[in-house]
């Protein structure tokens, strides 16, 4: 079974609530009316019976009632729904005074006066042809301390009739509130999803080769703005990545084409005619020369795909920088030798990293730094403590770079001499791998170089919370 749309299941949900708010509020309605009416009645009878009261302290017996009523009469004359029936407490049998039609039993009443004086005393009884009536009792005294039972019952039909009328009118008006409801409802919901049409819309353009489609945010709810931003950053990441992904692997079919096409060259060659074994041992010399810098290319690429996942690395640990920039140093300290180059570490500061990659990344800058330095010079390693931040220097005199090539030296296969690195076995991807390795770190990779005097790389650590 397909599920319902989202639209379809606000739509329902509102409009359900929107009815039940209704239907409430019409019961509510209907309570509240039934209230006021009932307490506007008791008023009426309070106030009536409190005329009535007055009237009756000046009879002198219950017997001047029966005979002068007409002041009493006075009291209901012109209220059609007023009956008052006044008994005489020796012969409650027959009334003393009955004005009005209400034909109402009043034996319940007269018993729960028979204990009671001054008090009123409301109830609620229906005659014999289904009319509903409200009726007040109250012992009242005569001018000589008589006390005779007082009945002042209401005719509750007008009330009757208007919660009917209310109830029709309702009943009548409640059909085309809900569909009211309803539609509003579904205009409402379609208004507020219009803006996820916008997101289907962008989502089926974007490919992998292209992916330059963004939200607008413009007008649209901040729930939904939130939302849209947070696609648009995700959208420039996997743009950034394919592109990246796109340009490594061109740069990597580049720079395998070279020594697959020298192997492939020199096997086509060889093979061409006879050769002595001399002939075919240098071939296989210089095919393993070959092999070699694949094999470099390949071992660099693993080690860049491994620091791009730093969630499968081991937890970083507090590490003495001196310590590994002389480890380092003492590796090359024969190559330094042979170009009667002299290396220099001066400084000391702790920081919090991987001791391995710390290592490969100095041991990159340095292999670099040897390579460019003229013989008799000095390479220094500088370790400098800042406020925020450990750098570590590498410096050395020399030919220097052109500032042009600055801002590309750590990309991967870039190279300022393509030819002769490629002659000194250079992959290209050395400084690529201390910038990655960097990133990791939460630093930074740096280089300043003034073209024949001095060229700076420059690694940049966190400081190390002790």
Known sequence: ?????????????????????????????????????????????????????????????????????????????????????IYDRSNQRSPLLKSGTGMVDPRPELKALRATVDQLTYSDSTDAEGAKYLTLSKL???????SVPVLLSMDNAHDQALLSAYLRSTLMALPLLLIFIGLSAWAAVQRGLAP??????????????????????VNMPQELSELAQGINFMLHRLDNGVQQLSQFSDDLAHELRTPINNLMGKAQVTLSRERTSEEYKDVLVSCIEELERVARIVRDMLFLAQVSHPA???PFELIELEDE?????????????????????????????????????????????????PAGEIVSLLIEQGTSN?????????????????????????????????????????????????????????????????????????????
């Open 1 to 85: 079974m397909k599920p319902a749309s989202l639209s379809l299941r606000l739509g329902l949900t509102m409009s359900t609530l929107g009815a039940l708010l209704v239907m409430f509020l019409a019961v509510l309605a209907y309570f509240a009316l039934t209230h006021e009416l009932n307490t506007l009645s008791r008023d009426s009878l309070a106030s009536k019976m409190e005329q009535i009261e007055h009237s009756l302290s000046l009879y002198t017996d219950p017997g001047e009632i029966s005979s002068k009523p007409h002041i009493l009469l006075d009291q209901v004359m012109g209220h059609d729904n007023l009956t008052l029936t």
């Open 140 to 146: 009242i005294r005569l001018k000589n301390g008589t």
């Open 196 to 217: 996820m049409r916008e997101f289907r819309k962008v989502a089926a353009m974007v490919s992998t080769q292209d992916l330059d489609h963004r939200l607008s945010v």
């Open 312 to 314: 499968a690395l081991a």
């Open 325 to 373: 920039a002389l480890k380092v140093a003492d590796l090359f300290s024969l190559s330094a030798q042979e170009k009667r180059i002299n290396l220099s570490v001066v400084g000391s500061a702790r920081v919090l990293g991987d001791r391995l990659m710390i290592q490969r990344a100095i041991s990159n800058l340095l292999s670099n730094a040897l390579r460019h330095c």
């Open 390 to 466: 450990v750098s570590l220097l590498v410096s050395n005199p020399g030919a220097g770079i052109e500032a042009h090539h600055l801002p590309y030296l750590f990309e991967r296969f870039y190279r300022v001499d393509s030819s002769r690195s490629r002659a000194q076995g250079s992959t290209g991807l050395g400084l690529a791998i201390v910038r990655s390795i960097m990133s990791l770190h939460q630093g930074v990779a740096q280089v300043q170089s003034l073209p024949g005097t001095m060229t700076v790389f420059r690694l940049g650590f966190p400081k190390a919370d002790e």
